[in-house]
Nanobody, 119 residues
């Protein structure tokens, strides 16, 4: 059974930082591309960052470039998202998933982790 458990969110002031974690199980993590998505209030889900583990290639949405960084630890089956210089518009529920053909691989999303950026 595929399981994705996100954590690390919280309430931060504009300009602050957070590091999100996603612990994955139920599939071969070491050969799977991974990505972070987010769903702002009242909006559709959007991709934030992607990591092709084998190829060691990263991709970022325009709003994330220069501020966010995706990485992974295969020994822990964990993917991370370091977020710096956070802005109010970054407020959203953040999710992780494996990637296939540039999109989410599994329907079984985790609960997500809430990130709120406010003064």
């Amino acid at each position: 059974q595929v399981q994705l458990v996100e954590s690390g969110g919280g309430l931060v002031q504009p300009g602050g930082s957070l590091r999100l974690s996603c612990v994955a199980s139920g599939f071969p993590f070491d050969t799977s591309a991974m990505g972070w998505y987010r769903r702002p209030p009242g909006k559709e889900r959007e991709m934030v960052a992607a990591l092709a583990t084998i190829e060691r290639i990263t991709n970022y949405a325009d709003f994330a470039k220069g501020r966010f960084s995706i990485s992974s630890d295969n020994a822990k089956n964990t993917v991370y998202l370091q977020m710096n210089d956070l802005r109010p518009e970054d407020t959203a529920v953040y999710f992780c998933n494996a990637l296939s053909r540039g999109g989410p691989r599994y329907d079984d999303w985790g609960q997500g982790t809430q990130v709120t950026v406010s003064s």
